[in-house]
């Protein structure tokens, strides 16, 4: 974490204001690798339609010189986009279209470094405390990629770091005061029309799901005779940890400002969300939330509050069918995670130093997939199990090193930080909390998008304080507010 200089980008010998011609002289790379990128994903997609090219490049020139202008829009467009991915699995739409996502995290990356420079951090800034662990983590597991080689290597890397570049991202075009509020917003609405879908899923019945075209037992699943809603999401397992992650992260935020609207129409809508996190009956979300929860609790006194959501989870509970209730609390599939653990010991001591990054779980199964392989694949269902299987011991304390530097990162920002930005960071500090207990149960960095949103909010946090356009005031504070006040949260948007 690094304290606000009080300097602004446009203080650093630009006098340009931006759409200015000069300043999309360096944006014009960008226009032709992406524009190029698209038309072939649309002749790819739907044949040689010059038709559908010559609409599509104005649309795409248009966007990505609005993203140029200040690439915090798409920021703010993944992160409203991600939890709808799933969709694609019954959109019938070419194969080519599901890198939409990767697509637009390049563009917008390519566009930060174009942008003019009132939409840029300032210059010589200390590097957040957790870049340098990080950094410790990916090397290792690069020279384990240059070791294992081939696909698994690409894939592997791809799928625990590529997401990273969205802290890199905000890190050189931090969000301004009103952008982060709108990154909440944009949380708060996500999960709540996901939640609602995923009742919706409940009462339709899983016959009706399978009409819609998503398939029996890779996204369609059951818990006993119970189906798991998953809502907008490829399975249950990223609705559940999205529920999570959403609660932790708004909750702070909407008991703090409660007379705004808008957090007080998700207060409201709390207990939708819980209701609907139960149906997915995924007991790493279960473990994370009751985790960050506590960890709230004991943060401040403000947040003692949030029991309060625990007698309506019990009451949600006491509504659900018994059969749900009874799967949802089962011990035995935690039994048969131990069991299956203890019996992949051995395995650890004959690779002390790794079997190599991509050994285990999704890397594993996408990589055996590509290359038509059928290879049995260990599937850890432990992210701290599967780092040290790949990587070994160095490779679980570099990751251990991390997630510790990054907790009190965000910790101690909100310590410093004050108003909204002091209870976001308390908010990405449970979610951090709750992602290292999922860690347990899951291979959560390994769950799309929870990796999207963990990179970015840690990244959000990083940069708070750090002026990135011409109308915000230095954040300086006094010692009579180093501790933050609830009543200090200037309103940027009316609702």
Same mark, same amino acid.
């Given at each position: 974490?690094?304290?606000?200089? &009080?300097?602004?980008?446009?203080?650093?010998?630009?006098?340009?204001?931006?759409?200015?011609?000069?300043?999309?002289?360096?944006?014009?790379?960008?226009?032709?690798?992406?524009?190029?990128?698209?038309?072939?994903?649309?002749?790819?997609?739907?044949?040689?339609?010059?038709?559908?090219?010559?609409?599509?490049?104005?649309?795409?020139?248009?966007?990505?010189?609005?993203?140029?202008?200040?690439?915090?829009?798409?920021?703010?467009?993944?992160?409203?986009?991600?939890?709808?991915?799933?969709?694609?699995?019954?959109?019938?739409?070419?194969?080519?279209?599901?890198?939409?996502?990767?697509?637009?995290?390049?563009?917008?990356?390519?566009?930060?470094?174009?942008?003019?420079?009132?939409?840029?951090?300032?210059?010589?800034?200390?590097?957040?405390?957790?870049?340098?662990?990080?950094?410790?983590?990916?090397?290792?597991?690069?020279?384990? &990629?240059?070791?294992?080689?081939?696909?698994?290597?690409?894939?592997?890397?791809?799928?625990?770091?590529?997401?990273?570049?969205?802290?890199?991202?905000?890190?050189?075009?931090?969000?301004?005061?009103?952008?982060?509020?709108?990154?909440?917003?944009?949380?708060?609405?996500?999960?709540?029309?996901?939640?609602?879908?995923?009742?919706?899923?409940?009462?339709?019945?899983?016959?009706?799901?399978?009409?819609?075209?998503?398939?029996?037992?890779?996204?369609?699943?059951?818990?006993?005779?119970?189906?798991?809603?998953?809502?907008?999401?490829?399975?249950?397992?990223?609705?559940? /940890?999205?529920?999570?992650?959403?609660?932790?992260?708004?909750?702070?935020?909407?008991?703090?400002?409660?007379?705004?609207?808008?957090?007080?129409?998700?207060?409201?809508?709390?207990?939708?969300?819980?209701?609907?996190?139960?149906?997915?009956?995924?007991?790493?979300?279960?473990?994370?939330?009751?985790?960050?929860?506590?960890?709230?609790?004991?943060?401040?006194?403000?947040?003692?509050?949030?029991?309060?959501?625990?007698?309506?989870?019990?009451?949600?509970?006491?509504?659900?069918?018994?059969?749900?209730?009874?799967?949802?609390?089962?011990?035995?599939?935690?039994?048969?995670?131990?069991?299956?653990?203890?019996?992949?010991?051995?395995?650890?001591?004959?690779?002390?130093?790794?079997?190599?990054?991509?050994?285990?779980?999704?890397?594993?199964?996408?990589?055996?997939?590509?290359?038509?392989?059928?290879?049995?694949?260990?599937?850890?269902?432990?992210?701290?199990?599967?780092?040290?299987?790949?990587?070994?011991?160095?490779?679980?304390?570099?990751?251990?090193?991390?997630?510790?530097?990054?907790?009190?990162?965000?910790?101690?920002?909100?310590?410093?930080?004050?108003?909204?930005?002091?209870?976001?960071?308390?908010?990405?500090?449970?979610?951090?909390?709750?992602?290292?207990?999922?860690?347990?149960?899951?291979?959560?960095?390994?769950?799309?998008? /929870?990796?999207?949103?963990?990179?970015?909010?840690?990244?959000?946090?990083?940069?708070?304080?750090?002026?990135?356009?011409?109308?915000?005031?230095?954040?300086?504070?006094?010692?009579?507010?180093?501790?933050?006040?609830?009543?200090?949260?200037?309103?940027?948007?009316?609702?």
């Amino acid at each position: 974490m690094h304290y606000p200089s &009080g300097r602004s980008g446009a203080g650093r010998g630009s006098t340009r204001r931006p759409g200015r011609p000069l300043e999309w002289l360096p944006a014009i790379p960008t226009l032709v690798i992406v524009d190029a990128a698209v038309v072939l994903l649309v002749v790819r997609g739907v044949g040689i339609n010059m038709l559908a090219v010559l609409v599509a490049t104005p649309i795409v020139v248009g966007c990505i010189m609005a993203l140029v202008q200040r690439p915090q829009r798409g920021v703010l467009l993944v992160a409203a986009l991600v939890p709808f991915n799933g969709l694609l699995l019954i959109a019938r739409l070419p194969s080519a279209i599901s890198a939409w996502k990767e697509t637009l995290v390049v563009a917008t990356l390519l566009a930060s470094f174009c942008s003019p420079a009132e939409a840029r951090g300032p210059s010589h800034r200390p590097l957040p405390g957790w870049a340098v662990p990080l950094a410790a983590f990916f090397g290792l597991a690069l020279m384990s &990629g240059v070791y294992v080689g081939g696909v698994t290597a690409i894939v592997a890397l791809k799928i625990g770091f590529f997401y990273v570049i969205l802290a890199l991202i905000v890190w050189l075009c931090p969000l301004s005061d009103l952008e982060r509020d709108r990154l909440v917003t944009i949380i708060m609405v996500t999960a709540v029309v996901t939640a609602l879908i995923g009742i919706v899923q409940q009462i339709a019945g899983p016959e009706w799901l399978h009409a819609l075209g998503w398939e029996w037992n890779t996204t369609i699943r059951f818990a006993g005779s119970n189906l798991r809603s998953f809502s907008t999401f490829n399975q249950p397992f990223p609705f559940g /940890m999205f529920l999570m992650f959403a609660l932790l992260v708004a909750l702070p935020v909407s008991l703090a400002e409660s007379r705004r609207l808008r957090n007080r129409l998700f207060l409201w809508s709390t207990p939708v969300l819980l209701i609907a996190l139960a149906t997915t009956i995924v007991r790493g979300a279960y473990m994370g939330l009751a985790a960050g929860l506590l960890f709230l609790g004991l943060r401040r006194r403000k947040y003692w509050v949030l029991v309060a959501p625990l007698p309506l989870a019990l009451a949600a509970m006491l509504l659900l069918p018994k059969n749900l209730v009874a799967t949802a609390l089962s011990s035995s599939s935690g039994q048969q995670r131990v069991t299956q653990w203890s019996e992949w010991i051995p395995r650890l001591l004959s690779h002390p130093f790794g079997a190599g990054i991509g050994a285990t779980g999704s890397a594993a199964e996408k990589a055996s997939r590509i290359a038509g392989t059928t290879a049995a694949q260990i599937q850890p269902d432990n992210y701290f199990y599967k780092t040290i299987y790949e990587l070994g011991v160095i490779g679980l304390w570099t990751f251990v090193v991390f997630l510790v530097v990054a907790f009190l990162s965000t910790y101690r920002a909100g310590d410093y930080l004050k108003g909204r930005d002091a209870l976001l960071a308390d908010g990405v500090a449970a979610s951090i909390v709750a992602a290292t207990t999922a860690c347990f149960v899951a291979t959560y960095f390994e769950i799309f998008p /929870m990796d999207v949103y963990f990179w970015l909010l840690l990244g959000v946090v990083a940069e708070c304080g750090t002026r990135s356009d011409s109308t915000r005031q230095p954040s300086v504070r006094t010692e009579q507010e180093s501790q933050p006040t609830f009543a200090n949260c200037s309103t940027p948007s009316p609702v």
